[in-house]
Nanobody, 125 residues
Framework: DVQVAESGGGSVHDGGSLRLSCVAS????????LAWFRQAHGKEREGVAA???????YAADSVKGRFRISKDNANNTLYLQMNNLKPEDTAIYYC???????????????????WGQGTQVTVSS
């Protein structure tokens, strides 16, 4: 099975940008539906953005127009470009994967069976 590992988190000020990466090993990401989730302290994990097997993308309303998900199949890497970051974006961000060509709920936690360890993003005002 594929294993995934996130990187790229850090601390930025309100309005700053970060790019998260998720590198896969053991299998090709091109065979998977992929997503980014986040979990803020004391809150439930929520879907942020997803990208389907054929490249369709989905984003939570809270990040639309600010975050962009993409993948590089050749380098087996998933990305999350985050612009205009806000303090409420502070959370641990997780990469998730499932080996399916289509999923009915791309931003649902229950859709995915492979998770990374997470990377911390902190946005200060």
């Amino acid at each position: 099975d594929v294993q995934v590992a996130e990187s790229g988190g850090g601390s930025v000020h309100d309005g700053g940008s970060l790019r998260l990466s998720c590198v896969a090993s053991g299998y090709s990401l091109g065979d998977y539906c992929l997503a980014w989730f986040r979990q803020a302290h004391g809150k439930e994990r929520e879907g942020v953005a997803a990208i389907g097997y054929y490249g369709s993308t989905y984003a939570a309303d809270s990040v639309k127009g600010r975050f962009r998900i993409s993948k590089d199949n050749a380098n087996n890497t998933l990305y999350l470009q985050m612009n205009n970051l806000k303090p409420e974006d502070t959370a641990i961000y997780y990469c998730a994967a499932v080996r399916m060509t289509w999923v009915p709920r791309p931003l649902s936690i229950d859709t995915y069976n492979t998770w990374g360890q997470g990377t911390q993003v902190t946005v200060s005002s």
